[in-house]
């Protein structure tokens, strides 16, 4: 959570040049890497970190059977857990409601190499 409070502080205590990049650090927090800035890094991107990206943009729910990815999310790209049960079977997450990270999501996603219907299917078949 203290990625998301970094960027209105990096935004208002920041010279021009943050100003301008502050999508891309965003972008940078969510995937947890550089931001892609071409066509082949956006395919080299792999499940978890396209699931990060949908996931600012789409409010999806996992379950039991997706728990790694779920815990991921929370670990490395900015998921906010809100509750895990005593037992740890279940957790609530949701993704941060953070318009910087949402742009930053649309322009990765907005990229043509990204395959949203693809990436989705294969997170419903696993």
């Given amino acids: 959570m203290t ?10 205590k920041g010279d021009e040049d943050i100003k301008k990049l502050i999508i891309k650090f965003a972008g940078e927090k969510l995937l947890c890497k550089a931001f892609p800035s071409s066509k082949a890094f956006v395919e080299a991107l792999n499940h978890v970190e396209q699931m990060a ?21 929370v670990e490395r790209h900015l998921r906010v857990c809100l509750h895990v049960d005593p037992e740890f079977e279940t957790a609530i997450t949701i993704a941060p409601s953070e318009p910087l990270l949402a742009e930053a999501s ?16 294969k997170e419903l078949e696993n």
């Avoid at 990206?53 to 990815?69: G, T």
């Fill in 3 to 12: 990625d998301v409070i970094r960027f209105a502080t990096r935004y208002m």
């Fill in 53 to 73: 990206c949908i996931s600012v943009r789409m409010p999806l729910e996992f379950n039991l059977r997706s728990r790694y990815m779920e815990k991921t999310l």
């Fill in 106 to 121: 649309f322009l990765i996603m907005s990229n043509p190499a990204f395959n949203l219907p693809g990436c989705l299917l």
